[in-house]
């Protein structure tokens, strides 16, 4: 089935109302962004002074355009928004993306309202207005007036802020984080959190939904589209403290709102809160690539002490159990360790740990039916070979024991240096989600874990809708 933003998405004509020669501004970025896109699409420059821009016919008005168009740009100032938006539906334009600020965010809610009034009973949907546009990573379309080019992968990213959604493209590219589609929402006068939601929930190319937001426009849609959505939707939700909801008036124009409020209803609609946006990318990551928990039990693997016992307390602290190792898997596991140390959960692999010890144990803990995931840790010192501990954990994965076999997860750690740290860019380019701080790692784990149990309550709703359906005949 078509979703009624799948033209916003993947436009075959786009027009740039604004486009200039000037380099310095932002229709001229958003113009040349479309064009190096690799992606095949009819371009449009709109300027009544130009006849060609960047070597495109130019147009005076988009009602001038031969043919349709499904979406456009707009990157004039404030004032003259309206005049286009009238021409655009004139041109009956399916999609339209504001990026123009001076609206509602300085307190110019009568330009919005005019907006809105001209698109009332209209089909037509609208981005914004002030927002930086979006990138789509999984078919090579910007469609944004900003920088920076995102890793292709299975992450769509919503933000409310345009500048923190631009430093995500870096961040999720330096974390090696693949993106599906990174989106600014803007003001939100028509397409909202939710509609994006939804469309995520059916996009193919999309696995995780991760949220910044400092303001909801209508909690209700908002939680149903987070409970209709059969993928984990992670939330960054700014304006916690008092000064932060100062601060959130001042940003987008919108009341942050009850904070207690916003957690449960997260909670509630099946959502997971982050504190900020490195643990959203953490979950995301580890939710992009490792099955679900489907218990809270844990193994850890370690060669060193420490690190073993921060993230014992890491995990307890975020529910989750450091269980007592099985009879079969203490034999399993005593059988490769030095004869002073036993085996305990964490396993303590000591110091010298190579290759096979750190395989042969973090195998031993997926096959125990009484760990969910395991956690394989490295700290980079005495005698520790960094390399063995990478290698071993890249051999598991490309054996795919851990997703096809065991249907457990499995997350790294690290604490080392720089020669440790270019091993973990190997460990995080080819796909594993690896942390350098127990915390991390801990809270990552967490997010597998309510991604598990919810979608253990999805599926027992639906085994007692079917009951009730069969008794019902
Ligand atoms: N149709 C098409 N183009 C028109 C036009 C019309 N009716 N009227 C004017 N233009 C042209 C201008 O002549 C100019 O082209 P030129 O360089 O060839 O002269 C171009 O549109 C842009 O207009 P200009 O007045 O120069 O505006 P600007 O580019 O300096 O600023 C915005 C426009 C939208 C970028 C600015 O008002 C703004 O809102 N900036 C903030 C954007 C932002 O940060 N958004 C949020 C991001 S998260």
Known sequence: MVHELDTFFKPKSIAVVGASRDSRK?????LKNILISDYECKIYPINPKEKTILGLKCYKKVTDVPGNIDLVLISVPAAIVAQILKDCVKKNVKNVIIISSGFGEIGRHDLEDELKQIIKNKKMKILGPNVM???NASIGLDASFVYGTPRKGNVALISQSGALGIGMIYLANNEFMGVSKIIGVGNKINIDDDDLINYFAQDDDTKVVGLYIEAVKNGRDFMNSIKACDKPV???????SKAGARATASHTGSMAGSDKIYSAAIK???GIRCRDIVELFDMARALGGQPPLKGNRIGIVTNGGGLGVLLTDACEENGLEIPKLSPKTYKKIDKILPDLINPNNPVDLSADAGFYRYETAT?????DPNIDGVIVASVHGGYARPEEFTGAILKMIRERKLHEEYKKPILATWVGGKEFEDLVWDLKSAGVPIYPSAWRTARSMLGLYLEGQRIKKEKQKKKGQQFYFKEKK
């Open 133 to 135: 546009g979006y990138k």
């Open 363 to 367: 195998s031993a803990l997926l096959e």
């Open 234 to 240: 992670l939330i960054v939700k700014a304006g916690k």
């Open 26 to 30: 932002i229709g001229n970025a958003a």
């Open 268 to 270: 509630q609609a099946g």
